[in-house]
Antibody, heavy 121, light 109 residues
Framework: QVQLHQWGAGLLKPSETLSLTCAVY????????WSWIRQPPGKGLEWIGE???????NYNPSLKSRVTISVDTSKNQFSLKLSSVTAADTAVYYC???????????????WGQGTTVTVSS | EIVLTQSPGTLSLSPGERATLSCRAS???????LAWYQQKPGQGPRLLIY???SRATGIPDRFSGGGSGTDFTLTISRLEPEDFAVYYC??????????FGPGTKVDIK
């Protein structure tokens, strides 16, 4: 059974860089897109971006200038960096697995446990 | 960017009742690219439906999805106590990617 375990700093000051990592256990790393999603307190879900095992990525245009998602296939891990954070970046951040087929999207079927990130001076 | 709107914002029902949740897109979405998720307090989302109508692994058959174009529906045929949660629709489009609806909360009447 595939599991995702994520970790990273939970408290940041404005202008710092958010850094989170997600490890994939118990399943193949290739053949999927690995995503980051966030959820501000009391609000809905926002997709941040995704990457596949070969490093091909897609980003939310609203965050693209500040986001970098990278992959380390030797460790079955992928990471998120979000620069110049502000209080508006305070959220629970999730990693998730997504699968695409030929003109088909199978959804995000495995999720990490979530990491609460707070940005405060 | 495709914007998803969900209605109602809150649905108050009793166990055993039928729930019908709506997801409307600002422009046409391929059914192949529409998914639904359930989220309970303090938990991450759980995939319910993909391809607008296909149930994900382990999802009970009381959950069903349908629709096409700009109008999609998630139906829970008979609400169980564990179904009271927030439900999100999600779409994928090659550009600019993935967007979620704002969610519908199903709570106990």
């Amino acid at each position: 059974q595939v599991q995702l375990h994520q970790w990273g700093a939970g408290l940041l000051k404005p202008s710092e860089t958010l850094s989170l990592t997600c490890a994939v256990y118990g399943g193949s790393f290739s053949g999927y897109y690995w995503s980051w999603i966030r959820q501000p307190p009391g609000k809905g879900l926002e997709w941040i971006g995704e990457i596949n095992h070969s490093g091909s990525n897609n980003y939310n245009p609203s965050l693209k200038s500040r986001v970098t998602i990278s992959v380390d296939t030797s460790k079955n891990q992928f990471s998120l960096k979000l620069s110049s954070v502000t209080a508006a970046d305070t959220a629970v951040y999730y990693c998730a697995r997504a699968r695409y087929g030929n003109h088909y999207y199978y959804g995000m079927d495995v999720w990490g446990q979530g990491t609460t990130v707070t940005v405060s001076s | 960017e495709i914007v998803l709107t969900q209605s109602p914002g809150t649905l108050s029902l009793s166990p055993g009742e039928r729930a019908t949740l709506s997801c409307r897109a600002s422009q046409s979405v391929s059914s192949s690219y529409l998914a639904w998720y359930q989220q309970k307090p303090g938990q991450g989302p759980r995939l319910l439906i993909y391809g607008a109508s296909s149930r994900a692994t382990g999802i009970p058959d009381r959950f069903s999805g349908g629709g096409s174009g700009t109008d999609f529906t998630l139906t829970i045929s008979r609400l169980e106590p564990e179904d009271f949660a927030v439900y999100y629709c999600q779409q994928y489009n090659s550009a600019p990617g993935i967007t979620f609806g704002p969610g519908t909360k199903v709570d106990i009447k």
